[in-house]
């Protein structure tokens, strides 16, 4: 429930801003989509040096050249530790331990960002541009409930120990810098990247974040 309510508040912020803007420039405004290699960042897999990236698409209205409101999903694979347990068999009348082991697991999760773009130099060839908004991701579910066991014989006290990837849906506020290379008329090349406005990471969320590709205008 938690995940809807927040999933609908994003939603809700971009409807009410792109109503905003239209109203105020009386149809003056563009539309743009742009298609990504995001999510680009090494810190998305600490046990590996190789970087990885997902793929977002992008949705944009522009009253003004310098100014838009941009909501944008993505999707990305990660991997990451995955805790399960297993009972072992012991001799028929003693109780069978339950053990926990962790494994790596891939799993998917689905950023989702709403922000305000200030442009400059609209209309050149090269248009720089630094954002604000909010981003929201959900975390790969998990296990409804925690269990408790004793893991090592003569442990004064049961050690609990979650199910899962222990990890946690996210609501962050960041900001960002990019620029807009021009093509043609119509399309342009976007590189840009990202920071969260606070201090702690995850493993499907890191702090800072990179991703370049092409938007349309129409």
């Known amino acids: 429930m938690r995940r809807l309510i927040l999933t609908l508040t994003l ?12 109203a105020a420039e009386n149809n003056a405004g563009r539309w743009r989509i742009s298609v990504l290699a995001a999510e680009i960042s090494s810190g998305n897999q600490p046990w590996s040096p190789d970087a990885h990236a997902g793929v977002s698409v992008g949705l944009s209205y522009e009253p003004t050249p310098q100014w838009d409101t941009e909501f944008t999903v ?13 009972i072992m068999p012991f001799p028929e009348g003693q109780p069978s331990p339950v053990v ?15 922000s305000i773009t200030r442009h400059f130099n609209a209309g050149q060839t090269i248009a720089p541009y630094v954002r604000a908004g909010a981003r929201y991701v959900s975390a790969p579910d998990d296990p409804s409930q925690p269990s ?33 290379i021009r093509m043609t008329p119509r399309t342009a090349l976007r590189v840009e990247a990202t920071r969260l406005l606070r ?9 800072t974040r990179f991703a370049v590709g092409l938007n349309w205008m129409f």
């Not at 939603?11 to 239209?22: A, D, E, G, Q």
């Not at 003569?154 to 946690?168: A, D, I, M, R, S």
């Open 199 to 207: 201090s702690d990471e995850s493993d499907f969320d890191p702090l």
């Open 148 to 180: 408790t066991f004793v893991i090592t014989p003569g442990t004064p006290n049961p050690l609990q120990v979650h199910e899962g990837y222990g990890l946690k849906d996210r609501l962050s506020g960041e900001a960002g810098a990019g620029v807009r």
């Open 100 to 114: 926990p082991v962790t494994e790596f697991r891939q799993y998917r999760v689905t950023p989702m960002d709403l």
């Open 11 to 22: 939603f809700s912020l971009f409807s009410v801003s792109f109503t905003s803007l239209r």
């Open 74 to 86: 993505a999707t990305q694979s990660h991997r990451s530790p995955y805790t399960r347990f297993f």
